[in-house]
T-cell receptor, first 111, second 112 residues
């Protein structure tokens, strides 16, 4: 069972470069999320999508854009990467009221 | 009070010990709660759900105290494999689609 799949797992970017983190879920969940996790900061929500066609800002949206391409896919884009965006990024999905499932994480370093 | 607060630890306990973590929350309307476990360099995974007064699963017991607005996680007979960070999760007011609120986690280290 694939669950939530995110790519790439590791990425090194130079400051100012752009990239897109891809996420797909095969559980027919309505809601999808992008979090970042930094030491001592816990999980912080970047953006979420309650359903196909909708997206909302979370706690730390600056510097990011998202696209809910269809029910399965939710991508996160860094238009101009900054060292402050060095982090571990987790995609997640959830059916209404139920458990949230996470992808394995994407380790991003911006130099 | 912050939306969700946890003692960051670390809790260093010997094998076989009983250890308990608390998590306080601010939204008195929250109906359901979750404990997640996160191993080092891994994604968080559901450990237990708490929908009413409590829930028990083997060595793990989660309890809810609505009056004092906290949930607890009790681990009995700790194993080395229990070493991880435990995250408390609270849905937003109204539950459903909105942002889940994660605590920063409590780190547990079980020593031989």
């Amino acid at each position: 069972n694939a669950g939530v799949t995110q790519t790439p797992k590791f990425q090194v970017l130079k400051t100012g470069q752009s990239m897109t983190l891809q996420c797909a879920q095969d559980m027919n969940h309505n809601s999808m999320y992008w979090y970042r996790q930094d030491p001592g900061m816990g999980l912080r929500l970047i953006y979420y999508s309650a359903s196909e066609g909708t997206t909302d800002k979370g706690e730390v949206p600056n510097g990011y854009n998202v696209s809910r391409l269809n029910k399965r896919e939710f991508s996160l884009r860094l238009e101009s990467a900054a060292p402050s965006q060095t982090s571990v990024y987790f995609c997640a999905s959830r059916r209404t009221g139920n458990t949230i499932y996470f992808g394995e994480g994407s380790w991003l370093t911006v130099v | 009070r912050k939306e969700v607060e946890q003692d960051p630890g670390p809790f260093n306990v010997p094998e076989g010990a009983t250890v308990a973590f608390n998590c306080t929350y601010s939204n008195s309307a929250s109906q359901s709660f979750f404990w997640y476990r996160q191993d080092c360099r891994k994604e968080p995974k559901l450990l237990m759900s708490v929908y009413s007064s409590g829930n028990e699963d083997g060595r793990f017991t989660a309890q809810l105290n609505r009056a004092s607005q906290y949930i607890s996680l009790l681990i009995r007979d700790s194993k080395l494999s229990d070493s991880a960070t435990y995250l408390c999760v609270v849905p937003p007011y109204g539950g459903s689609q909105g942002n889940l609120i994660f605590g920063k986690g409590t780190k547990l280290s079980v020593k031989p």
